[in-house]
């Protein structure tokens, strides 16, 4: 009978053993993928920040592509382009002769296309463009609108010949020595452009000085005429009235 006790508790033991090392397999494979979760979080955090790191050094990197010398271009070209713009508004509004009119809303279409061109090469390179006229040009551009007439005319042609003759010169070296090639390209690609602007607003202005000089020979000759008359009412003798 006592052995009988003996056996029956050596199996019980058994058993009790048995489950508590599945009791501990079973919580081992539950912790098993918890853990796994852990990790693969832990790396796709540590992959999200490398991409943003080297999303941030892609950028840092392609403001840096920019020399100091291309980025004072781009700048210049961008206001000078506003300005061309602003000031073709101007012309097509007020413009005296046909001829202005049409030179002016050019310069609204073709420099609104560079500086649509010019914004996204900027952009590519991490170079935030001015959005409006800076102090000097707001001034010229009021001094223009006060403007009417011929004298308009011959001051804005006068200005467009100045001023692209500057733009071609500056394209023309930017495309042979820019360091960064894509705005190399740029600048050669629209260079020929700014050259036929050239040719054309001297043509413009040729027939402007034409107009002004014409309008002020006939104003000295009207004012001529006007006090040769005068002399020639006061040189006559008092009318005497009959008696």
């Keep these: 009978m006592e052995s009988f006790k003996k056996v029956v508790?050596?199996?019980l033991a058994a058993s009790a053993m048995m489950c508590l090392i599945s009791f501990g397999a079973a919580a081992q494979d539950q912790a098993a993928?918890?853990?796994s979760s852990d990790q693969s979080a832990a790396t796709a955090k540590h992959t999200k920040s490398k991409k943003a790191a080297a999303s941030s050094d892609s950028n840092s990197s392609a403001s840096a592509k920019l020399s100091a010398a291309d980025k004072k271009f781009v700048?210049?070209?961008a206001k000078g382009g506003m300005m061309e713009v602003e000031l073709g508004k101007v012309a097509a509004e007020k413009g005296n002769s046909s001829?202005?009119?049409q030179f002016g809303q050019r310069m609204v279409d073709d420099h609104s296309k560079a500086n649509d061109q010019?914004?996204?090469l900027a952009e590519q390179k991490g170079v935030t463009l001015p959005t409006d006229l800076d102090a000097k040009d707001k001034a010229m551009k009021d001094k223009m609108s006060g403007l009417s007439g011929d004298q308009f005319d011959k001051m804005y042609m006068q200005h467009m010949v100045m001023d692209h003759k500057k733009d071609v010169a500056e394209f023309k070296k930017e495309s042979n020595s820019a360091k960064d090639s894509d705005l190399k390209n740029w600048a050669a690609q629209t260079l020929p452009t700014l050259e036929d602007h050239l040719k054309n607003a001297q043509q413009v202005a040729g027939t402007t000085k034409g107009a002004a000089a014409s309008s002020k020979s006939s104003t000295k000759t009207s004012a001529k005429a006007?006090?040769?008359s005068s002399s020639a009412m006061s040189e006559q003798p008092p009318?005497?009235?009959k008696q």
């Design 9 to 11: 508790r050596g199996a």
């Design 33 to 35: 993928p918890s853990a």
């Design 75 to 77: 700048m210049d070209a």
């Design 99 to 101: 001829d202005v009119k």
């Design 118 to 120: 010019l914004k996204t």
């Design 226 to 228: 006007s006090k040769k």
């Design 239 to 241: 009318v005497t009235p």
